[in-house]
């Protein structure tokens, strides 16, 4: 049964009946998702509803059904809007010094691109040998580039009240979130939804265990290869 993020916070004790209540309230009044506006009360974090929707997303999915497509008529897709963001980062932990080097959203209208956003941004540290081999980034791009903090009104920008669609979207909102506080400036977005567990729910047949989007494009025969930047990674996410 669908059950939007209120009633989820709900039910995990996350907030009260009355707290619903004026988020519901406060949600009519301004237009924003029920998620960004419980964040933004301080009813609840960005990690708690990241952890919420890890273990429950809000998709028409029962596995008590035998082999139940999830999928849209073609009707529904033309209605949804939606941002699907990447990002290629110099390391894995922000918290350990990793950086974002590259940025990239695509602005959804159902199947269609209204907008691609992308863009380099400026690192501390240089890029290691193997970073350059991985990826079609040329270390003067960064040097000149803009820092986080300048392009956070563009990031505003493209993802407002949408959901938010990417490859390992943990990971990528973990560096952003990062770059929000380092600026010193609230992340109150918390529609999320990562684009692997979509796929392995629609192929329950698939190999469990982590797969990279290199592997993905493989997987449906897309010419992702390295080196590789931004661009051609939202292609590749947008193909498959």
Same mark, same amino acid.
């Given at each position: 049964?669908?059950?939007?993020?209120?009633?989820?916070?709900?039910?995990?004790?996350?907030?009260?009946?009355?707290?619903?209540?004026?988020?519901?309230?406060?949600?009519?009044?301004?237009?924003?998702?029920?998620?960004?506006?419980?964040?933004?009360?301080?009813?609840?974090?960005?990690?708690?509803?990241?952890?919420?929707?890890?273990?429950?997303?809000?998709?028409?999915?029962?596995?008590?059904?035998?082999?139940?497509?999830?999928?849209?008529?073609?009707?529904?897709?033309?209605?949804?809007?939606?941002?699907?963001?990447?990002?290629?980062?110099?390391?894995?932990?922000?918290?350990?010094?990793?950086?974002?080097?590259?940025?990239?959203?695509?602005?959804?209208?159902?199947?269609?691109?209204?907008?691609?956003?992308?863009?380099?941004?400026?690192?501390?540290?240089?890029? +290691?040998?193997?970073?350059?081999? #991985?990826?079609?980034? %040329? $270390?003067?791009?960064?040097?000149? !580039? *803009?820092?986080?903090?300048?392009?956070?009104?563009?990031?505003?920008?493209?993802?407002?009240?949408?959901?938010?669609?990417?490859?390992?979207?943990?990971?990528?909102?973990?560096?952003?979130?990062?770059?929000?506080?380092?600026?010193?400036?609230?992340?109150?977005?918390?529609?999320?939804?990562?684009?692997?567990?979509?796929?392995?729910?629609?192929?329950?047949?698939?190999? +469990?265990?982590?797969?990279?989007? #290199?592997?993905?494009? %493989? $997987?449906?025969?897309?010419?992702? !290869? *390295?080196?590789?930047?931004?661009?051609?990674?939202?292609?590749?996410?947008?193909?498959?």
């Amino acid at each position: 049964m669908y059950k939007n993020i209120g009633q989820l916070c709900l039910e995990k004790g996350l907030i009260s009946e009355i707290q619903l209540k004026l988020a519901l309230e406060h949600q009519k009044k301004t237009g924003l998702l029920l998620g960004a506006v419980l964040v933004k009360l301080g009813y609840v974090t960005n990690q708690e509803i990241m952890a919420l929707l890890s273990e429950q997303r809000e998709w028409y999915y029962n596995e008590s059904q035998k082999q139940e497509e999830v999928s849209m008529q073609e009707d529904e897709l033309a209605k949804l809007h939606i941002a699907v963001i990447d990002i290629i980062t110099t390391g894995i932990n922000p918290d350990s010094g990793a950086e974002i080097a590259q940025l990239g959203i695509l602005s959804l209208d159902g199947t269609e691109v209204q907008e691609r956003f992308i863009t380099n941004i400026k690192t501390k540290k240089p890029l +290691t040998d193997s970073f350059k081999i #991985l990826y079609k980034i %040329k $270390e003067q791009d960064l040097t000149s !580039a *803009k820092d986080f903090k300048e392009i956070i009104p563009s990031i505003a920008k493209y993802i407002a009240n949408k959901p938010i669609f990417a490859f390992n979207i943990q990971s990528v909102i973990n560096f952003i979130i990062h770059n929000y506080e380092k600026a010193r400036i609230p992340f109150t977005h918390s529609e999320f939804y990562d684009l692997l567990t979509i796929w392995r729910r629609l192929h329950t047949n698939a190999a +469990t265990g982590y797969l990279s989007l #290199l592997q993905m494009a %493989k $997987e449906y025969q897309y010419p992702l !290869a *390295k080196p590789y930047n931004i661009n051609d990674s939202l292609n590749a996410i947008l193909y498959i």
